[in-house]
């Protein structure tokens, strides 16, 4: 059951590839808006979808992570990366439609890029956040950086593809 926990938490051995796992991580959310968006799914769809998935990756975080630090010893192992799914679920909330497929690879670009400037730099209270126990630690600097990374689409959806 701890294994299984572990493979969870990273979102099904992402977290375990040596280079960067944390944005290997965050990609699951970025495929995941592109192909709801292509497949045309209304965007109350997949704002929903996206909540979906931001609620569910919270809860195993939060829920399975005390697994992996107990294995690596280390309050945040860098295998745990369903934070980042969570974290990365959270840019594309409430995306509105775009008018073209090269509006969409724009958006989900800076929405992913967004949010890795925000998940590495930290800003306040990101690091602050981090302060909390285990799983709760390992996720609410992501779920912050996320937010950040929202506002950043949003500004960017609305006055340069919307505009």
């Not at 299984?4 to 990609?27: E, Q």
Request: charged share 10%; aromatic share 14%.
């Amino acid at each position: 059951m701890k294994d299984f926990r572990r493979l969870l938490t990273s979102c099904f051995g992402l977290g375990w590839l040596p280079i960067a796992p944390g944005t290997w991580g965050s990609l699951p959310p970025v495929v995941f808006f592109l192909l709801l968006s292509v497949l045309k799914m209304p965007t109350w769809g997949i704002t929903i979808a996206m909540a979906i998935v931001v609620v569910l990756a919270s809860w195993g975080c939060v829920a399975f992570a005390a697994s992996a630090i107990a294995v690596c010893g280390k309050k945040d192992p860098g295998e745990v990366v369903l934070d980042e799914v969570a974290g990365q679920a959270v840019v594309f909330l409430a995306i509105p439609a775009l008018p073209s497929v090269g509006a969409l690879w724009i958006a989900t670009a800076v929405g992913f890029l967004a949010f890795r400037f925000f998940d590495i730099f930290k800003f306040w209270p990101c690091k602050r956040l981090e302060q909390f126990p285990t799983g709760w630690g390992i996720l609410l600097d992501d779920l912050m950086a996320g937010l950040y990374a929202l506002l950043v689409i949003q500004l960017a959806v609305r006055v340069y593809l919307l505009g």
